[in-house]
């Protein structure tokens, strides 16, 4: 996975037919910016109208979803969490009155996408050197009148924050909802149901969506054998964990790693945001 990817919201969109259920990266920070159309973006199950001209951030670990109106033009850059980048502290919401704030903000989208499309020598310098120039586009919309922040908080959007936070560092153990819960201070039924009202999925769901997200992560870009990755996220047999994945995914782990390596075969260049 690249430190940067980038990408155009219609190719998203005819990717994923205009919408993004709701969801969070675990180690990626993601700018929007959307410069025709519009639709609807839902921040820690609340949500939010946005029109042309309108600059997001999702910072990691954020619980969001996207319906876009068909049609919709724009960018989406997404950048590692532990780039030597500052971001901006908190999601975030701004609309860009002023054409030249515009064409700046464009223009600095259509220059790191040339470079990210490219193949050029320093590559990876110079694309850490544009996410650094957005991020800092960003931190200063933050003084902007036209911003619209997300920071009034919840018990319920506290809890999702701290669940999510500490299942990004206990994935691959035996943890359980209940482990969860007594480790949150709360019950069980109640971590469910705010899982559930939040990102429309069970906390069981959650923990296995991370799971296998890390296994497919290793099954493509690591030579890690199958019981290696199976012991790695906690699975008490390598059949077990076969089982599991082949379930969620519809191949089974060999058959994954064969296609993603065909794949990148196939399209060295292919950026990947797994």
């Known amino acids: 996975m690249e430190a940067v990817h980038c990408e155009s919201i219609s190719a998203r969109g005819l990717k994923q037919p205009w919408r993004l259920d709701e969801h969070r990266h675990y180690d990626l920070h993601q700018f929007f910016w959307i410069t025709r159309g519009g639709g609807r973006v839902v ?23 996207f319906e876009f109106t068909p049609g919709t033009v724009g960018w989406v850059v997404s950048m590692v969490k532990d780039m030597p980048v500052a971001m901006p502290g908190e999601p ?22 040339a470079e990210y499309v490219a193949d050029t020598p320093d590559r990876q310098e110079t694309l850490l050197h544009h996410a650094g120039l957005l991020s800092i586009r960003y931190r ?11 920071s009034n908080d919840s018990a319920r959007r506290r809890l999702m924050r701290k669940f999510i936070a500490r299942l990004e560092d206990r994935y691959g153990t035996p943890d359980t ?37 890390e296994a ?3 099954l493509a870009n690591t030579k890690l054998k199958v019981r290696e990755i199976s012991d790695d996220l906690g699975f008490q047999t390598p059949a077990y964990f076969t089982r599991v994945f082949t379930a969620t995914t519809g191949k089974s782990p060999r058959t994954f790693r064969k296609d993603a390596q065909s794949q990148a075969i196939i399209n060295p260049n292919a950026r990947s945001t797994i």
Do not use: W
């Open 177 to 213: 909802v209940k482990d969860y819960a007594g480790a949150l201070k709360v019950t069980t039924t109640h971590l469910t149901r705010v899982c559930r009202e939040t990102t429309g999925k069970p906390a069981t769901k959650l923990i296995q969506d991370r799971t296998m997200l």
């Open 92 to 113: 975030m919401m701004s609309v860009l009155p002023s054409p030249r704030d515009q064409a700046y903000l464009t223009g600095d989208f259509n220059n790191l996408n």
């Open 140 to 150: 200063r919309m933050k003084s902007g009148s036209f911003r619209k922040g997300f």
């Open 43 to 65: 921040i820690d199950g609340v949500t939010h109208g946005f029109g042309a001209n309108t600059a997001l951030f999702i910072p990691n670990l954020t619980v969001h979803g």
């Open 216 to 218: 497919r992560r290793s």
